[in-house]
C-alpha cells in the first residue's frame, strides 16, 4: 500500500496585518461574556487551545499584529460584536504569550 500525502495543515487569516499563516503559527481569540454591576459586558481572550466555544479571530503571536488589530477595530467586526469589546486581557496574556511585560 502507497503512503498517503499528509493533509495541508489549516491556514487562518491574522485580523491584525491580514496575513495568511497556517494555524499553528496564529493564536485564537475568542469573546467571552462577563457581568460588571449587573450589566453584561464583552471581553477577548485568548484560547491557546482552540477549545472554547464561539467564533473565533486568529492573531499572531505578536503585539504589532495586536495594535494593528486595535486600531482597525478589526477583533469586533471579526468576532460579529456591534457593541465595544473589552480587549485589555488580550493585551495582558498577549505580553506573556511573547514574554514581555506589559507597559502601564
Same mark, same amino acid.
Given at each position: 500500500m502507497a503512503d498517503r500525502p499528509s493533509a495541508? !495543515?489549516? =491556514?487562518r487569516m491574522c485580523v491584525g496585518c491580514r496575513t495568511r499563516a497556517p494555524q499553528s503559527d496564529v493564536v485564537r481569540v475568542v469573546a467571552r461574556l462577563r457581568e460588571v454591576d449587573g450589566s453584561p459586558e464583552w471581553? +477577548? !481572550?485568548l484560547d491557546p487551545d482552540r477549545r472554547l466555544p @464561539?467564533? @473565533?479571530a486568529? $492573531?499572531?503571536r505578536s503585539l504589532t499584529c495586536l495594535e494593528l488589530a486595535e486600531r482597525r477595530? +478589526? $477583533?469586533p467586526r471579526a468576532l460579529r460584536l456591534g @457593541?465595544? $469589546?473589552? =480587549?485589555s486581557a488580550v493585551r =495582558? #496574556?498577549?505580553? #506573556?504569550l511573547v514574554g514581555q511585560q506589559p507597559q502601564e
Open positions: 495541508p !495543515s489549516p =491556514v471581553f +477577548a !481572550s @464561539g467564533r @473565533g486568529y $492573531l499572531h477595530r +478589526a $477583533l @457593541g465595544g $469589546l473589552d =480587549v =495582558v #496574556e498577549m505580553h #506573556e
